[in-house]
């Protein structure tokens, strides 16, 4: 089966500007996730649909970052405006009850 | 307030070597415990998992972990470790089997020497 697919793969913006990343997760997954991984940190989680309900959203910074799942498939993760402390990778994982978690190879972003 | 605790931040060990990294973690409920392991550049592959029955788990590429619940410890093992084996290794706790919201720990880089 076809992996959690994520896009761009990198990204440099300036401070303050805005920026949307993308993720379509495996077909059939309810579930999908949006982790922040900061360099030398472990992932943290941003925000989790369930279909194209929020489930979690208790450490997404809301003045700053929005993310949808309309029809409960693909995703989008928005920032605006973005600070330095942005930096980071932003993962994308969608899970079922059957097969567990598949984590996407991640946008790697860069506030200058 | 559940938490991961990975004590070692960077691990070498010379290929050939026994491994061990170490997860202690802070979880109210019965856990669900991960070990994933992310390469350069890549997502996070995962290794194994606990969630209830035999407390040493096999995984994939020849690691196992074992669950002690007195501990609160879920360490990664691997009897010969090989080149390929150096990234970085991340100990999890997951509020669910397999739709939860997953708990990292810091990470534990793994060098592997000649």
């Known amino acids: 089966e076809a992996g959690v697919a994520q896009s761009p793969r990198y990204k440099i913006i300036e401070k303050r500007q805005s920026v949307a990343f993308w993720c379509n997760p495996i077909?059939?997954?309810?579930?999908l996730y949006w982790y922040q991984q900061i360099l030398g940190q472990g992932p943290k989680l941003l925000i989790q649909?369930?279909?194209?309900?929020?489930?979690?959203d208790s450490q997404l910074p809301k003045d700053r970052f929005s993310a949808e799942r309309l029809k409960g498939v693909d995703s989008t993760l928005k920032i605006q405006p973005a600070k330095l402390e942005d930096s980071a990778v932003y993962l994308c994982?969608?899970?079922?009850?059957?097969?567990?978690?598949?984590f996407g190879s991640g946008t790697r972003l860069t506030v200058v | 307030a559940q938490s991961v605790t990975q004590p070692d931040i960077h691990i070498t060990v010379s290929e050939g070597a026994s491994l061990e990294l170490r997860c202690n973690y802070s979880?109210?409920?019965?856990?669900?415990l991960f070990w994933y392991v992310q390469s350069p550049g890549q997502g996070l592959q995962l290794l194994l998992k606990?969630?209830?029955?035999?407390?040493l788990v096999q995984g994939i590429k020849g690691f196992e972990a074992e669950f002690k619940r007195s501990q609160s410890s879920f360490n990664l093992r691997k009897p010969s470790v090989h080149w390929s084996d150096a990234a970085e290794y991340f100990c999890?706790?997951?509020?669910?089997?397999?739709?939860?919201?997953?708990?990292f720990g810091q990470g534990t880089t793994l060098q592997v020497k000649p």
């Open positions: 606990y969630f209830s029955g035999d407390t």
């Open positions: 979880y109210g409920a019965t856990p669900y």
């Open positions: 999890a706790v997951g509020t669910a089997s397999n739709t939860g919201k997953l708990i």
């Open positions: 994982a969608s899970s079922s009850q059957g097969s567990g978690y598949t």
């Open positions: 649909f369930q279909n194209n309900g929020v489930v979690d």
């Open positions: 077909s059939g997954h309810a579930t």
